[in-house]
């Protein structure tokens, strides 16, 4: 268990990782709006707050294995690259109408197990909000 | 030259051809009979200015719908309805004239092309850009760049409305009709019944409110009073036909449709997008161009849905004001951030932002037989039963408009470029409030936006009364827009729109009409 739960840590650690050059990539000129803009919050505080949301909505799923297996990704040590396979299984979610409701936001299931994955990995377990993990010490 | 019906002495009147309705068809149709060789009246039921007591004329009964709809939606003055135009202007796609198996009693008599010239002849009269017929876009000005269009996804295509504002033909065309030799502008003049003999209209017969009547005898008819009012004076048209005229079938105000309009959601869009086109693209001070989003012809044929087009909302406008939630922000990250890992947040645009904008759809209505026109029991100041429409949305109007929201979030998320939120998913559209779109108060559409409670909103585009078809089992008019069985007798305007595609009809009324007036100028007296 501990080798798999490092293991996932390290993967989605490396994914991040492998996004911060994306991320930092350069900027576009924005025409002029009026539309709304959004002021995003730090990316990891965004992911663990849909991981969470989604764990309690199914905690049936609250369990790494289960996340890991759901996501293809039970091997011993994930190649940070699989991240390109998530297009397909998003993709595919659509095509089966796989799309999960969090406050009315229309997300795919794997998105929304990413983002669990990410929560019960890179959080201790007691933060996150399930009958489950309360009883962890 | 102007006559002011009260004030008219004579109880008769001869002329080549009697166009009724003084709005974007009859206006259109007078400007493009003038020096055809042939006198043409054209009247009015208002005269220059809006007043009360013609207003109270277009009472009605609209169970269904709330907000004043048929009253307020109908103007009687000259320039009709154009005088609260907001102008939007895009041609009918080339589907809306096609039968379309999956939409029952769809198909124009005609084929899309063959209003391409009408269309460019349109254009001109009302002082916008001509649309490439190959393409979606507007072919500007040379002055002006031509637009980048860009869609989400193989299931939608980005079209162009143009936007002219005050377009008000009473004021554009009145100098011109009033000074034209061969154009008689009869005001305060209300058409009140056809009297036909066998196969032709022997005369028209008009009242004023001041207790005039007068007969109108002419070569030829054109009715041009609204998709209401035409159904509705043809069915009070019962002198030898109890049915009304040109009502053998059962048919006139049948069918009828309007184009329902719906705030459907919020959507975080990441940048990339054109959003300045999406949302406004101002050209001049009374040009605008606007893109909507449209299924496209395939999609539309492969789930079996109608035609309907997404828009955002702009700040200000009607639907411009999304309300913030808590998990906004993390959608706009995380979201934002899985999107640019799996490559589908477009190139270039990888800052990690995001804007959110209101949602709205306004789609096709089915034509469909029991949403029609028919004669209440109660009577007007001239003792002509007023208009009584039932309404609903029925089972594909729903259908196509929760598949095309569901469809637009499902791009978003697939290509990357943003996530909807719909306020559609838990709601059954048959059994939401529908209402008249300019008596929507600021109060109401604050609420409909706080409480994103699903409200149909329709606009008085009255299309389908009396249809157009080859057949008259199927249609009141026939493909040149004359009433089946009537020699003598046509109608222009939306009520002859079979089906109305997902575009304001006022462009495709004015084409219409213009080549109706093609036909009369070279038709034999």
């Not at chain 1, 089966?96 to 406050?103: A, F, G, K, M, Q």
């Not at chain 2, 009693?105 to 063959?114: A, H, L």
């Not at chain 2, 036909?241 to 329902?260: A, C, F, I, Q, T």
Request: contains cysteine; negative net charge; aromatic residues 6%.
């Amino acid at each position: 268990m501990t080798d798999s739960l490092d293991a996932d840590r390290r993967f989605v650690l490396r994914a991040l990782a492998c996004l911060l050059p994306t991320m930092a990539c350069a900027r576009t000129s924005l025409p002029p709006l009026e539309l709304w803009p959004i002021p995003t919050a730090p990316v990891p505080t965004a992911v663990f707050v849909l991981g969470r949301q989604y764990l309690a909505a199914h905690p049936e799923e609250n369990d790494l294995g289960t996340l890991r297996a759901a996501l293809g990704l039970d091997v011993p040590e994930p190649d940070p690259g699989t991240i390109d396979d998530f297009d397909g299984a998003i993709r595919h979610d659509l095509q089966t109408r796989d799309v999960v409701e969090l406050e009315g936001w229309q997300l795919s299931r794997t998105e929304c197990r990413l983002y669990a994955l990410a929560t019960l990995t890179l959080t201790t377990p007691a933060r996150v909000h399930s009958p489950d993990a309360r009883r962890r010490p | 030259m102007h006559v002011d019906a009260r004030e008219h002495d004579q109880a008769s009147i001869r002329t080549d051809v009697c166009i009724i309705g003084a709005g974007a068809a009859g206006i259109t149709l007078a400007v493009a009979l003038m020096n055809s060789g042939r006198r043409t009246l054209l009247v009015e039921s208002g005269g220059f200015e809006r007043t009360t007591e013609h207003d109270l004329l277009n009472a009605a009964e609209t169970p269904t719908i709330g907000g004043g709809y048929l009253s307020g939606s109908r103007v009687r003055i000259f320039g009709g309805t154009t005088s609260h135009w907001t102008g939007f202007c895009l041609p009918l796609s080339a589907a809306t004239f096609a039968e379309r198996p999956w939409v029952p009693d769809s198909g124009w008599p005609i084929d899309g092309t063959e209003l391409h010239p009408f269309y460019e002849r349109a254009c001109i009269q009302i002082g916008i850009d001509p649309w490439d017929p190959d393409a979606c876009d507007p072919i500007p000005s040379p002055e002006l760049p031509r637009l980048s269009l860009a869609s989400p996804s193989d299931e939608f295509e980005t079209r162009v409305y143009q936007i002219r504002r005050r377009t008000h033909f009473g004021d554009q065309f009145r100098d011109m009709l009033t000074e034209a030799d061969d154009v008689t502008l009869l005001t305060h003049a209300t058409c009140t019944e056809l009297r036909a003999s066998e196969r032709a209209v022997d005369h028209a017969l008009l009242r004023t409110l001041t207790g005039k009547r007068i007969e109108v005898q002419a070569n030829a008819f054109v009715l041009a009073t609204g998709g209401i009012e035409n159904a509705r004076l043809l069915l009070a048209s019962t002198q030898g036909r109890p049915k009304g005229l040109g009502n053998d079938r059962d048919l006139v105000g049948r069918y009828y449709m309007d184009h329902p309009e719906l705030l459907v959601g919020e959507a975080l869009l990441w940048p990339g997008w054109d959003l300045d086109l999406y949302a406004g693209h101002r050209l001049e001070d009374r040009l605008v161009q606007m893109g909507a989003m449209f299924t496209t012809t395939a999609h539309q044929r492969a789930r079996g849905l109608l035609q309907a087009g997404i828009q955002l909302g702009r700040a200000g406008s009607r639907w411009g004001n999304p309300q913030t939630h808590a998990t906004d922000h993390a959608v706009a990250a995380a979201a934002f951030w899985l999107d640019c890992a799996r490559g589908g947040a477009r190139e270039g645009a990888c800052v990690p932002s995001a804007q959110k904008t209101s949602l709205f759809v306004r789609s096709e209505q089915a034509p469909a037989p029991d949403n029609r026109v028919t004669l209440a029991e109660e009577r007007d100041a001239f003792d002509t039963p007023l208009p009584r429409l039932q309404w609903r949305m029925n089972e594909l109007d729903c259908v196509s408009l929760q598949h095309t929201v569901q469809a637009f979030g499902d791009a978003l998320l697939r290509e990357g470029l943003g996530r909807l939120r719909s306020f559609l998913t838990h709601t059954d559209l048959r059994h939401v409030d529908t209402i008249y779109g300019p008596s929507l108060t600021d109060e109401q559409r604050e609420r409909i936006n706080l409480e994103q409670r699903p409200t149909i909103l329709v606009w008085g585009h009255h299309m389908g009364t009396t249809r157009m078809s080859d057949d008259p089992a199927r249609g009141v008019v026939d493909r040149h827009c004359q009433v089946h069985g009537v020699d003598n007798l046509h109608v222009a305007g939306s009520s002859v729109f079979p089906t109305g595609g997902a575009a304001n009809p006022t462009l495709t009324i004015v084409a219409l009409a213009l080549r109706l007036a093609d036909r009369l100028r070279t038709a034999r007296s």
